[in-house]
């Protein structure tokens, strides 16, 4: 069984005793009196470096390289040869040997022309391979004699294979007619070069391995890969001609340390690094090590190859103080987790740390934890602290000089605290357990623990059915940013592929007007069972998937807006005075895993022309690069008009996303205007800190004219309105229309053009268009032809549904119709007389 770590720490990590006494706070304060910002965790320290960046433990002389020249334990050693004299793989190459102090090592082929050999010493490799556990197995022990029948021998006191053959046992005289018994200690070793049967002479690694092919076709190299175990000395000598490489052994030999960052904030995934060479028993593969750290007991594995807990062994294994870790956590700022799982970043980096590529670290801060926390972790001698403390946030709205409809505002929001990932760009989703920027305008109904629980007589007003996924009881508490949002508590349940979760919101919707539209978002409970279908029933009545067009029989997303039963039927007629949501949620069978889970449910109502625009919207904001702690995002407001009315509201908003869209019936300005809201956990410790960011929403008055202050009967008349507020969405040609029959159409036309205050002559043009002359435009232009009402003024009246004072008004434009056109024609040029 394969590995033992001989190592023992040499290095102390030793910090400023006086740094250690000193608060998160007085640090902080320190820091800004001399007019530094203090980025939490903003910075990049050791234990955050990403694992492509540490170097590998090679080292080289001339045509020699070994894969460390300092080994402790049971390490293998990988020795390589680089002689481009015998490099080429497609020839007979006589074999290559080198000398290991005393000893003669047999150098095999592989197939990038190299030739390699495996040592491990040969005490340690015993003591480790007898240890009960698969994470440290060295194959079978080869005594004395190492025979290949095609002609390789090799009669070190001591070799390991991965095949098992030979007439007596310890012996390996017939490997060809073994079987597995696979290294864990040398996974992932290079090929070596076969044999060509068209080349005379050459043998498989150029030195007479065995193969053997299988009956699907696949060739097994039975003694390929081999491990030396020779005795190693203090200083160990490995020669090729006259190259040599010096490589040192003992337990003190690698050395060990450990880091992490001096601070940590709230839901961080901690970056820990351990830097050990002694935990690199396999040169070839990154490997994993699990140590447990609860109180009062430790526990350490190997876990490339299995979860057995070595650390009775760690003293024979030659570990001496190194080989465990150790945490101090008195305030309980970790979750409640204590098995931490480090991989090593490259196959012979020795370099282990907690977290992936992009930051995710099973050393999680509680969300929970106090400002001042002191966390320490151990490894040998070295010892790492990290201090919990937390930041203020800024934000800023920047619309320019002002603020116009479907004009995109940006918002930014810095908040280190939020860094939760160092390697990631991270984005503020609503579904995640993080600080969201929120905007409330109005009176909108969201989900709020005591109300919900009041429907129920003390319960929380969420479950689950009997036999789903999750456990049917649920426990809710309000987020702390005040952003309308509840986290879940949910339990394990039972394997299932159709769960029924119900929110009995508690809310009255029997007094809202206008058009309703809900808004919710499960995805943290979706995604956890992988959700293929989601169905959805308000007050028993079952609604259509969020957006206009939606038909009936699709499946509802995991999150999104809801405004339909069926068709263009409205839910406003569905919600009473106790709304319950039911959704039905589809999945492959599964168990669903305990934990938090951050949901939300709000219900938004809007009325044209009464000064309703009631809601909730959430704007997911995307940091700006991995470990900036710098998140933005945008916020566009559309105007409610005769042309967009509060019917399909949906249709207009955005009401989560990087870039939210807004519905308003009229303006918002001064202490009214749309605020974004950000729940901050400030430096003291403080928690839903408003920081907020606003900008003034404006109406404007519009302004309509003609080309021209007279017109002939049949003349193409143009017509032009400038009004911002009809500009409602940034990206298409908004088109609007009116009639020239006297009477604007009640809630959908925009203008009416007249003559002479009444309606036109039978040659009136009908329904006619206002279109935008671009995307983004305040600009819209109708032509039609001017009708026959010969010496009548030909009027337009432009419905502003809100003016620049937020009023309704009618703007006119007239000219005169002065003129009657037409022509003579002949038939012929010329007539007989």
């Known amino acids: 069984m394969g590995y033992i770590l001989n190592f023992q720490n040499n290095f102390n990590n030793m910090k400023n005793e006086i740094g250690r006494k000193l608060t998160s706070l007085t640090l902080m304060t320190i820091m800004f009196a001399g007019g530094l910002t203090l980025a939490i965790p903003g910075f990049m320290p050791d234990s955050a470096i990403l694992p492509e960046a540490f170097a590998d433990q090679s080292t080289t002389n001339g045509q020699v390289t070994v894969s460390s020249s300092a080994m402790q334990g049971a390490q293998v050693l990988q020795v390589t040869v680089s002689d481009s004299a015998i490099s080429d793989t497609g020839i007979f190459q006589n074999p290559a040997t080198m000398d290991f102090n005393s000893s003669t090592l047999q150098l095999t082929q592989v197939t990038d022309g190299t030739w390699v050999a495996f040592v491990a010493d040969l005490s340690s490799a015993v003591n480790a391979d007898a240890i009960g556990s698969t994470s440290l197995n060295f194959g079978t022990a080869c005594n004395l004699t190492l025979a290949v029948p095609e002609g390789f021998t090799e009669s070190a006191s001591k070799t390991y294979l991965e095949t098992v ?133 430790n526990t350490t594995a190997r876990t490339t190859g299995a979860t057995t807990n070595i650390i009775a062994e760690l003293d024979q294994l030659g570990f001496g103080e ?12 970790l979750t409640s987790g204590s098995t931490y799982v480090f991989v090593e970043t490259g196959s012979n980096t020795g370099v282990f740390t907690t977290h992936d590529a992009i930051g995710e670290s099973t050393v999680d801060v509680s969300t929970g934890a106090s400002v001042d926390d002191v966390i320490t972790f151990t490894y040998g001698g070295a010892t790492a602290q990290s201090i919990v403390a937390t930041s203020n946030a800024s934000a800023s709205l920047d619309a320019g000089a002002e603020w116009s409809p479907a004009e995109a505002a940006s918002y930014t929001v810095t908040d280190p605290d939020m860094n939760k990932y160092v390697g990631d760009a991270e984005v503020l989703l609503v579904s995640a357990d993080n600080v969201v920027p929120t905007i409330k305008i109005g009176t909108p109904l969201w989900l709020t623990k005591g109300v919900m629980g009041s429907v129920t007589g003390g319960a929380s007003g969420l479950s689950f059915a009997a036999s789903d996924a999750f456990g049917e009881a649920v426990t809710a508490t309000d987020m702390g940013d005040d952003s309308g949002r509840v986290k879940l508590t949910l339990t394990a349940g039972t394997g299932s592929t159709d769960d029924t979760f119900t929110i009995n919101t508690g809310w009255d919707a029997s007094t809202k007007t206008g058009s309703e539209v809900l808004y919710y978002n499960i995805c943290s409970i979706a995604d956890n069972l992988n959700a293929h279908g989601i169905a959805l029933t308000i007050d028993g009545t079952a609604v259509l998937e969020p957006g206009s067009n939606a038909q009936t029989g699709l499946t509802n997303n995991c999150s999104g807006e809801v405004q339909y039963t069926s068709g263009t039927t409205s839910i406003s007629g569905t919600t009473d005075s106790s709304v319950a949501l039911v959704f039905t949620i589809t999945h492959d069978s599964s168990t669903g895993t305990a934990g938090d889970y951050v949901i939300a449910a709000n219900l938004n109502n809007y009325e044209q022309s009464a000064g309703v625009h009631n809601s909730i919207s959430y704007i997911e904001a995307a940091e700006t690069g991995p470990d900036t702690g710098v998140f933005e995002g945008t916020v566009t407001y559309a105007l409610m008009n005769l042309g967009t009315s509060e019917t399909a509201a949906a249709d207009y908003t955005a009401v989560d996303g990087s870039d939210v869209i807004i519905l308003l019936d009229n303006y918002l300005t001064g202490s009214s205007a749309p605020r974004i809201n950000f729940g901050d956990t400030d430096v003291l410790g403080s928690a839903n800190v408003t920081v907020g960011a606003q900008a003034d929403a404006n109406t404007h008055s519009g302004v309509v004219s003609f080309d021209s202050n007279n017109y002939a009967v049949g003349d193409a008349a143009t017509v032009t309105v400038v009004d911002a507020d009809l500009n409602t969405d940034s990206s298409i040609i908004e088109v609007y229309t009116g009639n020239s029959d006297g009477t604007a159409l009640a809630g959908t036309e925009a203008f009416v053009i007249t003559c002479n205050d009444g309606d036109c002559a039978s040659t009136d043009p009908g329904t006619v268009k206002l279109v935008e002359d671009g995307v983004d435009s305040d600009t819209f232009i109708g032509v039609f032809t001017v009708p026959d009402n010969l010496g009548q003024d030909l009027e337009i009246g432009y419905t502003d549904s809100r003016d620049g004072t937020g009023t309704t008004v009618v703007w006119y434009a007239t000219s005169t119709i002065s003129s009657s056109t037409g022509t003579v024609s002949l038939d012929r040029q010329v007539y007989p007389v």
């Open 165 to 297: 053959g030979g007439s007596s046992s310890g012996t390996c005289d017939d490997p060809n007619a073994g079987t597995a018994s696979a290294f864990s200690v040398l996974t992932a070793h290079p090929a070596m070069v076969h044999a060509d049967s068209n080349i005379t002479g050459m043998l498989h690694g150029q030195v007479g391995h065995d193969i053997r092919t299988a009956t699907t076709g696949i060739t097994d190299d039975q003694s390929w890969p081999f491990i030396y175990a020779i005795d190693f000395s203090a200083t160990n000598y490995l020669t090729y001609g006259d190259d040599t490489v010096l490589v040192t052994y003992g337990p003190q030999e690698a050395g060990a340390s450990i880091t992490a960052p001096d601070f940590v904030t709230l839901g961080q995934n901690v970056p820990v690094t351990i830097t050990d060479n002694g935990l690199n028993i396999d040169p070839t593969t990154a490997e994993t090590w699990t140590f447990g750290a609860p109180a009062g007991t």
């Open 322 to 333: 190194n080989g465990v870790l150790g945490l101090t956590d008195s305030g309980s700022a």
